[in-house]
């Protein structure tokens, strides 16, 4: 294949995840997250259908658009449907399953793609998509959103669901309700919303969470292991990493899960950090060192490196910034704030995933490696100050919260100037 078609190959996925993520921030918050997850699973399957019988490169990339689109409106409806409707004490081990499940399917993928042809591999995963789907009418729809639409009737039947017969809601329903009601005081569209200065914290901890765990480099750090234990880069050692790989990150969601609501979710973020700066730095080393001598194999201790960057990935970084996104959003621009982030990240996969291919044809290929240190040592920093800890708080404490950074700066500038003036 010629270079523009690897790209659009590889490239077609995650752009038109990024058209599904604005559409599926109109849609949740205008149908519902509960019938936007449901309306994915028609077109899903239908994707994998394309991809299954696909006769020619054209047809393949419009599968992979489909199902682009599908995984763009999924990763918007998810953590905002499952923060709005999991109780603080267990959002965060539930708001990680989703990733675990995720996890789990692409390493069943791998597994499949070592004995089977993708036809067979498409059509599995299409049967996959049925219970799935089938599965999503079963809950119901999230309570905040009812009573976003003044469904007040139905979000009580809703939350006694979520909460369980013999629980009483009526505390719970009078505090949605009433924040529901301070919410609305807040006019204009939900566009111009974002840029009000109230919800200036929790707009760029959610991008800033992104863009880390964007700038992960997997596919660098995939790259060098494989070079620095001088193994031939095959097809079939190629997909051997890969199933080790997703054993390592499944197990790793799954301490996740277990610790989340423990530990909480920034010391999850900082065992990722320090996972990923000691194994790259470790890498970058490695990596110098064989530059200089061709003879030299450093398998073991690359295999090592890998296993902890993938650890630590899959501890914080992968998991968590998706928890959070939901956990931080302001309630009356959830949807839109998640879209618009979600969005840019799967832009952002295309532009760092072309950027460091890049800078591996460079003179010092290694550099990519130290540059990935360097930023999650930026990132402790940005966590220690920037991000607030959102383990068993409600959503309308964490909003609370991150609104009064604001009303407290404004405050202090005031008063600031109101001693000026009289001075």
Known sequence: MSFLQVFWVGSSLFLAASVGSLLGGLLITYVGRKHSLIGVGV??????????????????????????????????????????????????????????????????AHLAGAYLDISTVAYTAAALSVPIFLLMFVPPESPRWYIAKGHIHNARKALQWLRGNNYNIENEMQDLTQFQKEADKTKGIALKQIFYMENTPAILI????????????????????????????????????????????????????????????????????????????????????????????????SQ?????????????????????????????????????????????????????????????????????????????????FCVPETGGKSLEEIEINLTQRVKSINNRNGAGRNTDANL
């Open 304 to 384: 090592l490196c890998l296993g902890l960057y993938i650890f630590g990935l899959s501890v914080g970084y992968e998991p968590i910034p998706w928890l959070m996104l939901g956990e931080i959003s302001p309630l009356k621009i959830r949807g839109t704030v998640v879209s618009l982030v979600t969005g840019v990240s799967w832009v952002c996969t295309i532009f760092i995933g072309t950027s460091f291919s890049s800078m591996l044809r460079s003179d010092a290929p290694y550099c990519s490696l130290f540059f990935f240190a360097v930023t999650h040592l930026i990132a402790i920093f940005f966590v220690i």
């Open 43 to 108: 077109p899903f399957f239908i994707s994998w259908i394309i991809v299954a019988n696909a006769s020619n490169l054209h047809l393949f990339i419009a599968g992979r658009v489909l199902s682009g689109i599908c995984v763009g409106l999924i990763y918007s409806a998810f953590p905002v449907y499952i923060v709005e409707t999991v109780q603080p004490k267990l959002r965060g081990a539930l708001g990680l399953l989703p990733i675990a499940f995720k996890n789990g399917g692409i390493l069943l």
């Open 206 to 301: 959610s991008f800033g969470l992104m863009i880390f765990q964007r700038l992960t480099g997997i596919y660098v750090i995939f790259y060098y292991a494989q070079r620095l234990s001088s193994t031939p880069i095959t097809a079939s050692n190629t997909e051997s990493y890969h199933i080790r790989i997703g054993i390592v990150s499944v197990f790793s969601v799954i301490i996740a899960i277990i610790l989340v609501d423990l530990l909480g979710r920034k010391i999850l973020l900082y065992i990722a950090s320090a996972s990923v700066i000691l194994s790259t730095s470790t890498l970058g080393v490695l990596a110098y060192i064989q530059e200089s001598n061709y003879n030299v194999s450093f398998g073991p201790l």
